[in-house]
Nanobody
Framework: QVQVLESGGGSVEVGGSLRLSCEVS???????????LGWFRQAPGKERESVGV??????????RYADSVKGRFTISHDNHGHTLYLQMNNLKPEDTAEYYC?????????????????WGQGTQVTVSS
């Protein structure tokens, strides 16, 4: 069983920053296994949307982002691909949502529409004006 746990949510004013963390633990298998890791969010009354994804098999740490967060959010991960981060800068009220981390072992590159197997419980981010 694989567990996914987010942390770091909170309340911040417009223009502020937050950093979310995500730990992937449990039966993650051999450390050579590569992972698709992603951040998603869901605001009240809206569908869940992808924020950004990264494939740990990319040595340069290249991440794909939703247009709404490009230039403001940055995804990174540790060397083993079991800890994922989301640095959020210049936050806007429309960034207010429950943020979820997701993971899937993969031998291929992933994108914003890739399916994920394991999901966290979410962490709330609230941006006030």
């Amino acid at each position: 069983q694989v567990q996914v746990l987010e942390s770091g949510g909170g309340s911040v004013e417009v223009g502020g920053s937050l950093r979310l963390s995500c730990e992937v633990s449990g039966d993650t298998g051999d450390t050579r296994i590569k992972w698709c890791l992603g951040w998603f969010r869901q605001a009240p009354g809206k569908e869940r949307e992808s924020v950004g994804v990264v494939f740990t098999g990319d040595d340069d740490g290249y991440a794909r982002y939703a247009d709404s967060v490009k230039g403001r959010f940055t995804i990174s991960h540790d060397n083993h691909g079991h800890t994922l981060y989301l640095q959020m800068n210049n936050l806007k009220p429309e960034d207010t949502a429950e943020y979820y981390c997701a993971a899937r072992p993969s031998i291929f590159q992933c994108n914003l529409r890739s399916p994920f197997d394991y999901w966290g419980q979410g962490t709330q981010v609230t941006v006030s004006s």
